[in-house]
């Protein structure tokens, strides 16, 4: 593997997650057509969205404590152009992730749009319901590394309605070319939130034709999942964080108390059961299990990568961020050195059982490391070992872009002539 972060934007994403930037008074960030850093991150992230080389999408922490121990400034120069230096010494000419026309957009009803969605990377994010309830018992339970209920009432709405959120929808497939839309949501008393999600899901699909990725606690009616991929979902993920049992329920009281890591890993396999059944499609669906790589020691996070991937999931990991606020502000952050060999087991493992990594155009995701982009952590010898399979992949990519376009076209020429509400009804 490459070293020199100057030379391997993998290892820069990395040690960027693990040590934050500070941003240099030369760098206005709104001003230079920027993303404002917002909270609503699902309770991950908070940074400063930026394209490190390689067209490798980020979100840097910026504003955590631990970000003043970093030697990493983000600054402009004379000329214009943006850099990551350590000190004063040029690492990667990067880039800020273009602020879009409608984030200084209302919807028709007058909420400001990135009160109902905002892009996290390439794709575009909506948390539509109220908090997470693990935030609003009495005896709060939430995940002890998550800000959602810090944030909502700050940069997100809590009300959004099915209009507003298609609307949303349609400006950021007109303006900003997503394929993708993820709904996200917290914990509710008696499993309502598939019940929830689905107008939105149909709604969304209907009127922009994108992938839809659907994230919630897991339902005990598996059956559920089976609907959802007949509604035109094409991904289904279940974080449950932690794999090592006892730090699962120290770090996620309230998932333990409520489901259990079992009905997770549970909906995980199934889910991907579900994949394998449908053969190969040109309408995907696919299962993630997401973990926060970081809290639990390593061993445990490569584990839980295999033992993923070998139910035929894609793994899903997220370097711990201590946001602040939040119950584990004061937790350092994991060593860059310590996750290299968690997101190195994470290509390889994919890359061995075959998944289809890094097919879906367009989406390039800021808070996490993506399985394809951990290639860069892995020896040579690893690389040419998959060779072949990541030429499968490219062949792949190539194919799935010509139909997901051609429908994704045929979907905006329908909205253009109806409207989008009209088109998310018709
Ligand atoms: S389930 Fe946990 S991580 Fe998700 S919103 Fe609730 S408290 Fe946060």
């Not at 490459?2 to 994403?13: A, M, T």
């Not at 990395?14 to 917002?38: F, Q, W």
């Not at 399985?371 to 998959?386: A, T």
Request: hydrophobic share 40%.
């Amino acid at each position: 593997m490459e070293r020199d972060i100057r030379n391997n934007p993998g290892l820069l994403k990395l040690e960027l997650y693990c040590r934050g930037a500070h941003i240099d008074d030369s760098l206005r960030v709104k001003d230079e057509g920027g993303r404002p850093i917002l909270r609503t991150r699902a309770g991950l992230g908070s940074g400063l969205e930026v394209i490190l080389p390689d067209n490798m999408w980020t979100n840097i922490p910026v504003v955590e404590p631990f970000v003043r121990h970093s030697p990493y400034v983000v600054r402009r120069r004379e000329d214009g152009s943006v850099w990551v230096d350590e000190g004063r010494e040029p690492i990667a000419e990067v880039k800020l992730a273009p602020r879009p026309g409608w984030y200084d957009r209302k919807t028709s009803t007058g909420k400001l749009m990135t009160a109902v969605g905002t892009l996290q990377g390439t794709y575009l994010g909506v948390y539509p319901a109220k908090v997470c309830e693990y935030w609003t018992e009495r005896d709060r339970t939430n995940c002890k590394f998550c800000s959602v209920g810090l944030n909502l009432g700050a940069d997100d709405a809590d009300d959004k309605k099915v209009a507003e959120v298609v609307e949303v929808a349609a400006a950021a497939r007109d303006e900003s070319d997503i394929t993708y839309v993820d709904f996200n949501t917290g914990h509710y008393e008696g499993e309502t939130y598939l019940d929830i999600l689905e107008p939105y899901i149909r709604a969304v699909k209907q009127a922009t034709g994108v992938m839809i990725g659907v994230q919630t606690p897991p339902h005990s009616d598996l059956s559920r999942y089976d609907r959802l991929k007949k509604l035109g979902v094409n991904r289904v993920s279940f974080c449950f964080e932690i794999y090592d049992p006892e730090i699962f329920v120290e770090t996620c009281p309230g998932k333990a108390e409520r489901y259990g890591l079992k009905r997770y890993l549970d909906a995980v396999e199934y889910n991907a059961r579900l994949g394998k059944s449908a053969g190969l499609s040109f309408d995907p669906w696919v299962s993630n299990g997401e973990i926060i790589a970081g809290i639990e020691p390593p061993d445990s996070s490569i584990r839980a990568i295999q033992w993923i991937t070998g139910v035929g999931a894609i793994p899903t990991v997220c370097v711990f961020r201590p946001l602040c606020g939040t119950d584990y502000e004061k937790v350092p952050p994991p060593r860059t050195e310590e996750m290299v060999p968690v997101f190195a087991a994470q290509y390889e493992a994919c890359m061995r059982a075959g998944l289809p990594i890094a097919v879906a155009p367009n989406v390039n995701v800021s808070l996490v490391m993506l399985p394809w982009e951990s290639r860069w952590l892995v020896s040579k010898g690893v690389r040419r070992r998959f060779a072949l399979g990541e030429a499968k992949m490219a062949a792949m990519r190539r194919l799935f872009r010509r139909h997901l376009y051609g429908q994704l076209h045929r979907a905006d020429a329908a909205r253009r002539t109806a409207g989008p509400i009209q088109a998310a009804t018709a």
